[in-house]
């Protein structure tokens, strides 16, 4: 050997992952702080949620359910389906790193969309598998490009609908195309994350296409709609099989004891997701034609978000107009890192939040409030 070892050397490609960067959460002293950044809803979570929590704690010292049986139940009755075909996870986060752990070795390849998010090529780079990049149309998926990268060693395809940051999604029709062209060993993974908030005819999370097919899986997550981030709590739908080799790979208490009855609660509180998706409806039409009004293009959402685009002129960019922000306690995302260097996507808010990104945004390009 050339030289000496000094300690562990971290698998193959690890080293070549580039870290997952959150969204900035911090105000300038002395502002108020409209954290915008990370999606997250402006209604916090259901007060039934919230009363399961307190319960929960009073017995910190007792093991979770390790099949988090009372969420699943509820998953299951909510959403009609049968609770041996759901598995639950540290957050959607932790089943995307299981299906990777489970489905993919090193010499595979998993083809994930151009702005796809960030953390399906981590987890692929993680497993030593190659993740290859599918080109898309206009912000949004492309099927016939997806398809026209399969390959010998493709095992897993992660497709976000809608798709983060963009807000783009695709109907059901071509989701439905895309499974057919895949070969059957081929893992379709259909991230539905912000399904709970799109109001669109031609939209399916993909239920109906998991429970008529072997190789599709779709995750959702409670961080979103369900105000329950903190807790970190996300499911799984897929066959059997798939659930099977799924749960033998996963850690035996995954999910605490908090999170469990929270979820629960959660999922069955339907009034408030109601309400959560009728404020979101109103403010996302609401901030996309203010933004749009002040000059600046706003790639149409379905989701709890917005990608605003900024013009090319000196001074004007999204780089000075994040900074501008930040000044006024309105923190946004920056999506350089998601292919869009001169974008900030912001997530919808209060009435208050929505209300002053856009005063402060008219201020930063010179223009007059409608």
């Known amino acids: 050997m050339t030289s000496e070892m000094t300690g562990p050397v971290p698998n193959k490609g690890v080293l070549d992952i580039e870290r997952y960067e959150p969204g900035k959460s911090k105000a300038p002293a002395g502002v108020t702080l409209h954290k915008l950044s990370s999606n997250e809803t402006p209604l916090g979570a259901s007060p039934r949620a919230r009363a399961a929590i307190t319960a929960a704690a ?19 009755e909510v959403h009609g389906l049968n609770p041996a075909n759901i598995l639950c996870g540290n957050g959607s986060d932790e089943l995307l790193g299981l299906l990777c752990q489970t489905y993919l070795a090193e010499g595979d390849e998993a083809i994930h ?5 960030l953390v399906y090529k981590i987890q692929i780079m993680a497993r030593g598998a190659t993740p290859v990049v599918a080109p898309e149309t206009d912000a949004r998926a492309d099927v016939e490009a997806i398809l026209g990268l ?11 609908n809608p798709n983060n940051p963009t807000g783009t999604y695709l109907p059901f029709d071509e989701v439905r195309r895309l499974q057919a062209g895949l070969p059957r060993h081929v893992l379709l993974v259909l991230d539905a994350a912000y399904a709970e908030y799109v109001r669109r005819n031609d939209y399916s999370a993909g239920i109906e296409l998991v429970s008529q097919s072997g190789n599709v899986v779709m995750t959702r997550t409670f961080s979103k709609i369900h105000g329950l981030a903190a807790l ?11 659930i099977d080799a799924m749960d033998r790979v996963r850690g035996p208490f995954n999910l605490n004891a ?32 203010e933004l749009t009004a ?19 002129t ?16 309105f923190i946004l995302r920056r999506v350089a890192g998601y292919g869009f260097p001169n974008a900030l996507r912001m997530t919808i808010g209060s009435e208050e939040a929505n209300r002053g990104v856009v005063s402060a945004l008219a201020e930063f390009l010179g223009a007059a409030t409608r």
Do not use: C
Request: proline share 5%.
């Open 294 to 312: 002040l000059g600046l293009t706003v790639t149409p959402s379905v989701g709890n978000f917005v990608l605003v685009h900024f013009p090319d």
């Open 58 to 76: 009073a017995h910190p010292e007792l093991y979770p359910d390790g099949q988090a049986t009372a969420l699943k139940q509820a998953i299951a």
């Open 258 to 289: 908090l999170a469990i009855a929270a979820g629960a609660e959660a999922v069955r509180d339907r009034a408030f997701v109601d309400a959560a998706v009728e404020h979101n409806s109103h403010w996302l039409e609401w901030v996309t034609g």
């Open 314 to 329: 000196t001074g004007k960019g999204a780089a000075e107009a994040d900074a501008f922000l930040t000044q006024r306690g």
């Open 150 to 160: 399969v390959s010998p060693r493709t095992k897993m395809v992660f497709l976000a």
């Open 113 to 117: 969309t151009e702005h796809g998010f």
């Open 232 to 242: 970190r709590i996300g499911w799984l739908y897929g066959p059997e099989a798939v």
